[in-house]
Every structure is written in structure tokens, then in C-alpha cells.
Nanobody, 125 residues
Framework: QVQLVESGGGSVQSGGSLRLSCAAS????????MAWFRQAPGNEREAVAA????????TCVDSVKGRFTISRDNANNMLYLQMDSLKPEDTAMYYC??????????????????WGQGTQVTVSS
């Protein structure tokens, strides 16, 4: 049974940092493409960043470029999202997601077959 469990969310002031973690189990994590998505109230879920099995990354939304960094630790079945210089508009529920190796569509929600329950990030001004 595939399980993804996010942690590390919380409330911070604008300009602060958080590091989100996602613990994966029940599948070959090292063979999965992984991504972070977020969803704010009233908005559609959007991809934040994605990472391949080999560690190649892509940022899916321009507003986080230079501030957010996705990484993975295959030995410990972990996915991370380092978020720096946080802004109020980053406030959302953040989800990790997993998929078999993709030929494309890294930033598309329908590409991912497994999802965590989410962790809330709230940034105050």
C-alpha cells in the first residue's frame, strides 16, 4: 500500500522559511517521479516543483523560482521542499505526489497517481 505523509508545515511571517518533508512507503521510491503541489482556498491545485528519479528538478510555477528548492533522499524514501523568503501568497495546503517515471507532464496533477494528505503552510504579512 502506497503511503505519502507530509510534515513540516506551520505558520511563519513573511520572509521566513520552512522545510516540508514527505515520507514515502509501500513502493519503490527511488523509481518514482515526485512533486510538490499546493492548493489555496478557492484556487485550483497547482504544481510547485517536480523531481525525477535521478534528481533532475523543474520549477513549475514562476513565483517560487529562486525561493523554493525540491530535493529527495532515495536511501531514506524522503522528499523535501525547502521554502525560503516566504510570502503571504504562498499560503496553501501543500501535497506531495508520486508517479511512475514520466516522459513529460511533470507539472500536471493527472500525471501523479499517489498523493499525501497535505500539510498547511500559512504565511502572515
Amino acid at each position: 500500500q502506497v503511503q505519502l505523509v507530509e510534515s513540516g508545515g506551520g505558520s511563519v511571517q513573511s520572509g521566513g522559511s520552512l522545510r516540508l518533508s514527505c515520507a514515502a512507503s509501500g513502493y519503490a521510491h527511488s523509481r518514482a517521479y515526485m512533486a510538490w503541489f499546493r492548493q489555496a482556498p478557492g484556487n485550483e491545485r497547482e504544481a510547485v516543483a517536480a523531481i525525477t528519479t535521478g534528481g533532475t528538478t523543474t520549477t513549475c510555477v514562476d513565483s517560487v523560482k529562486g525561493r523554493f528548492t525540491i530535493s529527495r533522499d532515495n536511501a531514506n524514501n524522503m522528499l523535501y521542499l525547502q521554502m525560503d523568503s516566504l510570502k503571504p501568497e504562498d499560503t496553501a495546503m501543500y501535497y506531495c505526489a508520486a508517479a511512475p517515471p514520466l516522459g513529460g507532464g511533470w507539472c500536471l496533477a493527472y500525471s501523479y497517481s499517489h498523493w499525501g494528505q497535505g500539510t498547511q503552510v500559512t504565511v502572515s504579512s
